[in-house]
């Protein structure tokens, strides 16, 4: 049987990196009255891709960044970077049997700002993982 990482403890190692790497704070949801900036993640495909030696796994996650309000884009601009920053720092697992194969930046999907002023950058990232090797007997 393979052990594979769960969806909660995928997300809170994401979470884990982004506060490790930026000063902002990272949830799973949009908290209520949360001032910004801060960041959110969310998980839309998990998929399994494994090979004929590997058991593998995709996850594709969006990175959610909400700043300030303001009529300029450069706070923006440099949380959108301070995060990129971040994914190139490997994810890393208490499992030793779980390695990170790709961890790529897709690109920024949306930028846009919100009827409250403040701006809201989409980044999507996919992240590839090892569960182990398969092995014939």
């Given amino acids: ?5 769960g969806i909660v403890d995928f997300i809170k190692i994401v979470q884990d990196l ?3 790497n ?14 910004p900036p801060f960041a959110y993640v969310e998980l839309y495909d998990k998929r399994a891709e494994n090979t004929k030696s590997m058991w593998g796994e995709v996850f594709n996650i969006l990175v959610h960044i909400v700043s300030e309000e303001s009529n300029s ?9 301070e ?3 971040a994914f190139t720092d490997e994810l890393r697992f208490e499992d030793n049997n779980i390695s990170v194969i790709r961890q ?4 920024l999907q949306s930028l ?7 701006w809201h950058a989409i980044l999507e990232f996919e992240i590839k993982l090892c569960y182990g090797f398969k092995v014939k007997i």
Avoid: F
């Fill in 1 to 5: 049987m393979i052990k594979k990482i």
């Fill in 18 to 20: 982004i506060e490790k």
């Fill in 22 to 35: 930026t000063l902002l704070r990272a949830y799973d949801y949009v908290p209520v009255d949360e001032k």
């Fill in 73 to 81: 884009k450069v706070e923006m601009y440099e949380l959108i970077t």
């Fill in 83 to 85: 995060v990129e920053e």
């Fill in 104 to 107: 790529d930046e897709i690109g």
């Fill in 112 to 118: 846009e700002q919100e009827e409250t002023g403040s």
